[in-house]
């Protein structure tokens, strides 16, 4: 049973949390980096690590495995930096992500993937787009955009997004999957 | 004499001559104190007793100046002052009487007492003839003396006016007359004078004529009257003047013969005390201050007399201690060196003097004993002696003996010929050792050589291991090099994804690329991994080179080691072939001497027993010796008699221990003993260690006493 909304093959990106493997649509990746010091922010969430410069501009960067309850990311030679973009209602928001390695770019046909159970997963389904099947290995396919609340990027990026198209935090957890 | 008293007596003598010293000054000292002291009692009693003169003189004078005034004055408060006075100075008299002691001045002031009552009851008559005078005075002169004048005025009067010239004539002459006398009378009142009493007489007489004149003229009944009164009146007061004259010349009288005699008698009494005092203390003085300055003169010499005595004491008496005593310290040191011709002088009979007769007397009995062990020493030499000519009678049968051991020799042939296989086995034995030592000289070198190469591979290895440890560095490179590309292709396969169709076939090439990344990622990694593992087993390889290197070179040193025990083994069996030879020829000669040596074995029983004999009194010589010497308690420091007689007492001993020895070898032994004791002596002197030294064949002599072990 495929994922309603699939329909054509897409390609992932995949990367590893823990021993977890997690995959994002290629599309919301704008490039991966080496592992970069990280300027602290004063009085920021406990996920977010602080602030880089890509480019010019500057990029927060948050602890997915902190944001996913686990322990906090110990940097080592793969320890990588993931720049996405993140719709927030009609905004477009840049943010960094640490992953303990980045693994590959694979293409997913829909019928390769599964909706997420219901029930028996550490993770909150709304985050979860769906679970890939590659070679007896499972791949968690993330709903990024879903995963940071708007309060959250605000507080990320300094509050230049308006509130008002915004959803609050507890609707963003609790949406009905569409 | 002062040498034959002994030490404690003259050390009680000595402080006993100062303890005298001491107690005469303190004796004279004591005396002088106290004389001074009673001097000075002396003189302040005597001072105390002029004071209490001058005091009393004092008062004296005061009381006469009071008596004086009286006269003067006659008032009351001069005669109560000369109370007070005379009073004070009565008991300053009865203070005197109690204090002054010398019966010379006691005398004095006795009579000064005396002389005071009488003084006083001589003023005291005065004051009543003063109340007497006064009475008189007033009472009935100056009382009738105007009562006269007061008639005769009026008789004049009278007259006048009943025209009688006569009777107023003659009554105014009598008035003239009365009035002279009253005159005389106030005069004589003033100066006391006798001249005034007559002219008083004289006038009352001249008035009595005028008044007899009168008697005859006057008629008138109240005139007469008035003139018998003038004529009562007039022989009143002619009497009372007369016992008033009397009166006043009686107290003239006694202040005259009494109390101006009295007064300076009283004076003079007392000046002659103080003065009497005053020569007495003029003597006394001076007498003191004298007896003091002997006394400290005294004192002081008597004081240097004492310190110079005592110092001349402990003088003498040191030396005369310490004299004998390092004369007598002297002479033992020189008994301790040894020297018993030491003398020792002193004649004294003092605790010094008994110990050195005593050490005199140990010096002659030291002397004896000396010669005692001396003569027994002498018989000891004299007993060797014998003991040397018995020894050589034992020489001369062991010779006799050496003919004998030719018997020996055939036993000694066949010993040669068993000992020339012998010589020809160690032969061939040495050509084996030295075959050993070449090979051994071989390994050695062949060792040394493997020694080298070792420590040339550990080198090897060495580097071999720095080299793979760069290898692996440069390894790392290529692996993030790998690593940097797979982010790249990643990347460039995200982009191509991101450019939708357009960028499939990038998107091919980029995971290509990706995929040859990862490959030599992996490759890198494990090239990283075996080089780190042969890096381990190269350092492992080293590690047991570099401990081999110690094990090869103490091999060479071992095969060194026993290429020299070889060659030492080769010599010693040349040594030992040489020595078979010799012994051959030993055992032949032995052989031959064996025969002889049996036969004259039984002389030389018989000499041993003539020896033995001869130690035996040789032994109890020396017994006396010893008995001499123990009196003597022989110290190691009396060396020079102690060797005397030890020498002789060594041989007697060698003699008594081994007596049926050969007396060559006695011979031999006791010169040694002597060179051990330090004497000379020793030129031929030959070391014999006997049966150690295979040196046997030198000599006949010594070849025969070493049989004669054997034969024993």
Same mark, same amino acid.
Request: with cysteine; glycine share 6%.
């Given at each position: 049973m495929a994922v309603a909304d699939i329909t054509e093959v897409r390609q992932y990106l995949t990367f590893r949390l823990e021993e977890e493997v997690f995959a994002i649509d290629v599309i919301k990746v704008r490039e991966v980096l080496d592992y970069i010091d990280i300027t602290k922010v004063p009085q920021a969430p406990d996920f977010m690590r602080g602030i880089i410069n890509v480019r010019g501009s500057v990029v927060p960067i948050v602890d997915m495995r902190l944001k996913f309850g686990m322990s906090r990311t110990e940097k080592t030679v793969n320890t990588c930096i993931i720049v996405m973009e993140i719709e927030v209602g009609d905004d477009v928001t840049t943010i960094g992500a640490l992953a303990d390695a980045v693994k590959e770019v694979v293409d997913l046909r829909p019928d390769e993937i599964e909706p997420a159970p219901r029930i028996g997963s550490k993770w909150k389904t709304e985050f979860i787009k769906g679970i890939g099947k590659r070679q007896d290995e499972f791949v968690i396919i993330l709903a990024i955009d879903r995963i940071f609340s708007t309060n959250e990027i605000m507080a990320l990026t300094g509050g230049e997004t308006s509130v008002a198209h915004a959803p609050a935090p507890e609707e963003a957890l609790h949406a009905p999957q569409a | 004499m002062l040498k034959d008293i002994s030490i404690g007596k003259k050390l009680f003598g000595g402080f006993l001559v100062v303890l005298a010293l001491l107690v005469i000054v303190g004796a004279v000292a004591y005396t002088s104190l106290g004389n001074a002291s009673k001097g000075f009692t002396e003189y302040r009693e005597m001072a105390r007793d002029a004071n209490l003169a001058g005091r009393l003189q004092a008062n004296m004078l005061m009381v006469r100046m009071n008596v004086k005034d009286f006269l003067i004055t006659g008032s009351e408060k001069d005669k109560q002052q000369y109370r007070d006075y005379y009073k004070r100075m009565s008991g300053f008299l009865g203070e005197s009487q109690k204090e002054i002691q010398d019966p010379e001045r006691a005398k004095?002031?006795?009579?000064?007492?005396?002389?005071?009552?009488?003084?006083?009851?001589?003023?005291?008559?005065?004051?009543?003839?003063?109340?007497?005078?006064?009475?008189?005075?007033?009472?009935?002169?100056?009382?009738?003396?105007?009562?006269?004048?007061?008639?005769?005025?009026?008789?004049?009067?009278?007259?006048?006016?009943?025209?009688?010239?006569?009777?107023?004539?003659?009554?105014?002459?009598?008035?003239?007359?009365?009035?002279l006398a009253r005159l005389y009378m106030a005069k004589f009142l003033d100066t006391n004078d006798r001249k005034a009493v007559d002219r008083v007489h004289e006038e009352f007489e001249k008035m009595q004529k005028q008044l007899e004149i009168l008697d005859k003229e006057v008629e008138n009944p109240r005139r007469r009257e008035m003139l018998g009164t003038v004529v009562d009146a007039k022989a009143l007061y002619l009497s009372t003047f007369d016992s008033l004259a009397e009166l006043i010349f009686n107290r003239n009288d006694i202040i005259t013969n009494t109390l101006d005699r009295i007064g300076p008698e009283i004076a003079k009494a007392t000046e002659d005390v103080k003065l009497d005092i005053k020569s007495v203390q003029d003597t006394l003085g001076p007498k003191l201050?004298?007896?003091?300055?002997?006394?400290?003169?005294?004192?002081?010499?008597?004081?240097?007399?004492?310190?110079?005595?005592g110092i001349c004491l402990a003088f003498f008496l040191t030396r005369g201690i310490t004299n004998p005593i390092s004369k007598g310290v002297d002479f033992a040191q020189t008994i301790s060196k040894g020297d018993?011709?030491?003398?020792?002088?002193?004649?004294?009979?003092?605790?010094?003097?008994?110990?050195?007769?005593?050490?005199?007397?140990?010096?002659?009995?030291?002397?004896?004993?000396?010669?005692?062990?001396?003569?027994?020493?002498?018989?000891?030499?004299?007993?060797?002696?014998?003991?040397?000519?018995?020894? &050589?009678?034992? %020489? $001369?049968?062991? *010779? #006799? /003996? =050496? @003919?004998?051991?030719? +018997?020996?020799?055939?036993? !000694?042939?066949?010993?040669?010929?068993?000992? &020339?296989?012998? %010589? $020809?086995?160690? *032969? #061939? /034995? =040495? @050509?084996?050792?030295? +075959?050993?030592?070449?090979? !051994?000289?071989?390994?050695?070198?062949?060792?040394?050589?493997?020694?080298?190469?070792?420590? #040339?591979?550990?080198?090897?290895?060495?580097?071999?291991?720095?080299?793979?440890?760069?290898?692996?560095?440069?390894?790392?490179?290529?692996?993030?090099?790998?690593?940097?590309?797979?982010?790249l292709a990643l990347n460039a396969a995200i982009e191509a994804?991101?450019?939708?169709?357009?960028?499939?076939?990038?998107?091919?090439?980029?995971?290509?690329?990706?995929?040859?990344?990862?490959?030599?990622?992996?490759?890198?990694?494990?090239?990283?991994?075996?080089?780190?593992?042969?890096?381990?087993?190269?350092?492992?390889?080293?590690?047991?080179?570099?401990?081999?290197?110690?094990?090869?070179?103490?091999?060479?040193?071992?095969?060194?080691?026993?290429?020299?025990a070889c060659n030492e083994q080769n010599a010693g069996a040349n040594q030992i072939s040489t020595a078979i030879q010799q012994l051959d020829q030993i055992a032949q000669q032995n052989a031959s001497a064996a025969e002889e040596m049996s036969s004259s074995s039984e002389n030389m029983s018989t000499s041993a027993v003539q020896m033995s004999s001869s130690a035996n009194e040789m032994t109890s010589q020396a017994e006396s010796l010893q008995d001499a010497i123990s009196f003597f308690r022989l110290d190691e420091s009396s060396s020079i008699t102690a060797a005397g007689a030890s020498r002789p007492m060594i041989k007697t001993k060698r003699v008594v221990v081994s007596g049926a020895r050969s007396g060559l070898k006695q011979k031999h032994r006791a010169p040694k003993a002597l060179a051990d004791t330090g004497n000379g002596n020793s030129a031929d002197q030959t070391p014999v260690d006997s049966g150690v030294n295979l040196d046997m064949s030198t000599s006949s002599d010594r070849k025969i006493s070493d049989d004669d072990f054997t034969a024993y």
């Amino acid at each position: 049973m495929a994922v309603a909304d699939i329909t054509e093959v897409r390609q992932y990106l995949t990367f590893r949390l823990e021993e977890e493997v997690f995959a994002i649509d290629v599309i919301k990746v704008r490039e991966v980096l080496d592992y970069i010091d990280i300027t602290k922010v004063p009085q920021a969430p406990d996920f977010m690590r602080g602030i880089i410069n890509v480019r010019g501009s500057v990029v927060p960067i948050v602890d997915m495995r902190l944001k996913f309850g686990m322990s906090r990311t110990e940097k080592t030679v793969n320890t990588c930096i993931i720049v996405m973009e993140i719709e927030v209602g009609d905004d477009v928001t840049t943010i960094g992500a640490l992953a303990d390695a980045v693994k590959e770019v694979v293409d997913l046909r829909p019928d390769e993937i599964e909706p997420a159970p219901r029930i028996g997963s550490k993770w909150k389904t709304e985050f979860i787009k769906g679970i890939g099947k590659r070679q007896d290995e499972f791949v968690i396919i993330l709903a990024i955009d879903r995963i940071f609340s708007t309060n959250e990027i605000m507080a990320l990026t300094g509050g230049e997004t308006s509130v008002a198209h915004a959803p609050a935090p507890e609707e963003a957890l609790h949406a009905p999957q569409a | 004499m002062l040498k034959d008293i002994s030490i404690g007596k003259k050390l009680f003598g000595g402080f006993l001559v100062v303890l005298a010293l001491l107690v005469i000054v303190g004796a004279v000292a004591y005396t002088s104190l106290g004389n001074a002291s009673k001097g000075f009692t002396e003189y302040r009693e005597m001072a105390r007793d002029a004071n209490l003169a001058g005091r009393l003189q004092a008062n004296m004078l005061m009381v006469r100046m009071n008596v004086k005034d009286f006269l003067i004055t006659g008032s009351e408060k001069d005669k109560q002052q000369y109370r007070d006075y005379y009073k004070r100075m009565s008991g300053f008299l009865g203070e005197s009487q109690k204090e002054i002691q010398d019966p010379e001045r006691a005398k004095k002031i006795d009579f000064v007492d005396d002389q005071v009552g009488e003084y006083d009851t001589a003023f005291k008559k005065v004051m009543d003839y003063r109340t007497q005078r006064d009475d008189y005075v007033n009472n009935t002169l100056n009382v009738k003396g105007p009562l006269m004048e007061n008639t005769l005025t009026d008789i004049m009067v009278s007259a006048y006016a009943d025209k009688d010239p006569t009777a107023a004539y003659y009554a105014g002459l009598s008035m003239k007359h009365l009035l002279l006398a009253r005159l005389y009378m106030a005069k004589f009142l003033d100066t006391n004078d006798r001249k005034a009493v007559d002219r008083v007489h004289e006038e009352f007489e001249k008035m009595q004529k005028q008044l007899e004149i009168l008697d005859k003229e006057v008629e008138n009944p109240r005139r007469r009257e008035m003139l018998g009164t003038v004529v009562d009146a007039k022989a009143l007061y002619l009497s009372t003047f007369d016992s008033l004259a009397e009166l006043i010349f009686n107290r003239n009288d006694i202040i005259t013969n009494t109390l101006d005699r009295i007064g300076p008698e009283i004076a003079k009494a007392t000046e002659d005390v103080k003065l009497d005092i005053k020569s007495v203390q003029d003597t006394l003085g001076p007498k003191l201050q004298a007896a003091n300055t002997r006394s400290v003169t005294i004192v002081m010499t008597v004081v240097i007399v004492a310190i110079f005595a005592g110092i001349c004491l402990a003088f003498f008496l040191t030396r005369g201690i310490t004299n004998p005593i390092s004369k007598g310290v002297d002479f033992a040191q020189t008994i301790s060196k040894g020297d018993l011709t030491a003398t020792i002088d002193l004649d004294q009979k003092d605790e010094v003097g008994i110990l050195a007769d005593a050490l005199k007397n140990m010096a002659t009995r030291l002397r004896d004993v000396v010669g005692n062990v001396r003569e027994s020493s002498d018989n000891v030499k004299s007993m060797s002696e014998n003991v040397k000519d018995a020894a &050589e009678n034992v %020489s $001369s049968t062991s *010779e #006799e /003996m =050496s @003919a004998s051991a030719e +018997q020996m020799s055939q036993g !000694a042939t066949e010993q040669a010929a068993s000992s &020339e296989e012998a %010589s $020809s086995s160690i *032969e #061939e /034995m =040495s @050509a084996n050792i030295k +075959q050993n030592a070449d090979n !051994a000289l071989q390994t050695e070198k062949i060792a040394l050589q493997a020694a080298q190469d070792a420590q #040339e591979g550990g080198k090897a290895v060495n580097e071999t291991v720095s080299a793979m440890k760069e290898i692996a560095d440069k390894i790392s490179i290529i692996e993030e090099i790998a690593r940097q590309t797979n982010l790249l292709a990643l990347n460039a396969a995200i982009e191509a994804a991101r450019a939708g169709d357009a960028g499939k076939g990038f998107a091919v090439v980029a995971s290509e690329v990706r995929k040859l990344a990862e490959r030599s990622q992996n490759a890198a990694a494990e090239i990283n991994q075996l080089s780190s593992s042969s890096v381990d087993i190269a350092e492992r390889a080293g590690n047991l080179l570099t401990k081999m290197v110690p094990d090869i070179q103490k091999t060479a040193e071992l095969v060194q080691e026993i290429s020299a025990a070889c060659n030492e083994q080769n010599a010693g069996a040349n040594q030992i072939s040489t020595a078979i030879q010799q012994l051959d020829q030993i055992a032949q000669q032995n052989a031959s001497a064996a025969e002889e040596m049996s036969s004259s074995s039984e002389n030389m029983s018989t000499s041993a027993v003539q020896m033995s004999s001869s130690a035996n009194e040789m032994t109890s010589q020396a017994e006396s010796l010893q008995d001499a010497i123990s009196f003597f308690r022989l110290d190691e420091s009396s060396s020079i008699t102690a060797a005397g007689a030890s020498r002789p007492m060594i041989k007697t001993k060698r003699v008594v221990v081994s007596g049926a020895r050969s007396g060559l070898k006695q011979k031999h032994r006791a010169p040694k003993a002597l060179a051990d004791t330090g004497n000379g002596n020793s030129a031929d002197q030959t070391p014999v260690d006997s049966g150690v030294n295979l040196d046997m064949s030198t000599s006949s002599d010594r070849k025969i006493s070493d049989d004669d072990f054997t034969a024993y």
